[in-house]
């Protein structure tokens, strides 16, 4: 059971814009940075965004993330077919002492 | 090219023992801390463990904790995690990872920015009887 919760499944038509959640608490979220990944099926996940909103080289800047108190939001604008994946987020947990990872949201695009 | 290869995978029996190898190429594997991560048919992303760059020091999930034991060998660039005492619920593909951490702090308040940028494509763990 993970610490941070995010929704199983989210959808929108090409071209629009989605927004994934991953809450989590002050040991978490709330004192450290935000990292997100996409999957791809039967694929090793893919470093999306670091430190919150940093993006590493190649990642478009339809990709964008935030976080605000034990929160963290992900948007996609610009919805491509090829977004279609998991996403995760990560953070540190301080009390754990351990990297945590996000329950996992899947992207349909209709 | 940046590399991760991870190998040693297969069936174990409850209570068996697997070490699992990383072989990594491309960057210079001391000054990094690497991790593993492990996921579970269907299931999401479980960080298990993670080896510091510089002091070697070793964390894990507490899901694992006493059960797992993390190591590296920097002239062979390679990465390990001996797994004992293994459970039907550590079955998963097992991925080896490049992690980075750093602590940002203002006086005595630090955060941990923590996040992996370089995944092996995984070896596979089946725990059967």
């Known amino acids: 059971q993970s610490v941070l919760t995010q929704p199983p499944s989210v959808s929108a038509a090409p071209g629009q814009k989605v927004t994934i959640s991953c809450s989590g608490g002050s040991s978490n979220i709330g004192n450290n940075y935000v990292s997100w990944y996409q999957q791809f099926p039967g694929t090793a996940p893919q470093l999306l965004i670091y430190d919150n909103n940093k993006r590493p080289s190649g990642i478009p800047d339809r990709f964008s993330g935030s976080r605000s108190g034990t929160s963290a939001t992900l948007d996609i604008t610009g919805l491509q077919t090829g977004d279609e994946a998991d996403f995760y987020c990560g953070t540190w947990d301080t009390n754990l002492n351990a990297y945590v990872l996000g329950t996992g949201t899947r992207v349909t695009v209709l | 090219e940046v590399q991760l290869v991870e190998s040693g995978g297969g069936v174990v029996r409850p209570g068996g023992s697997l070490r699992l190898s990383c072989a990594a190429s491309?960057?210079?594997?001391?000054?990094?801390?690497m991790s593993w991560v492990r996921q579970a048919p269907g299931k999401g992303l479980e960080w298990v463990s993670g080896?510091?760059?510089?002091?070697?020091?070793?964390l894990y999930a507490d899901s694992v904790k006493g059960r797992f034991t993390i190591s590296r060998d920097t002239a062979k660039n390679s990465l390990y995690l001996q797994m004992s005492s293994l459970r039907d619920e550590d079955a998963a593909s097992y991925h080896c990872?490049?992690?980075?951490?750093?602590?940002?702090?203002?006086?005595?308040?630090?955060?941990?920015?923590?996040?992996?940028?370089?995944w092996g494509k995984g070896t596979s763990v089946t725990v059967a009887s």
């Open positions: 491309g960057f210079a594997f001391g000054d990094y801390g």
């Open positions: 080896l510091h760059w510089k002091t070697g020091t070793t």
């Open positions: 990872a490049r992690h980075f951490r750093t602590n940002y702090c203002i006086l005595l308040d630090c955060s941990v920015g923590f996040y992996i940028d370089v």
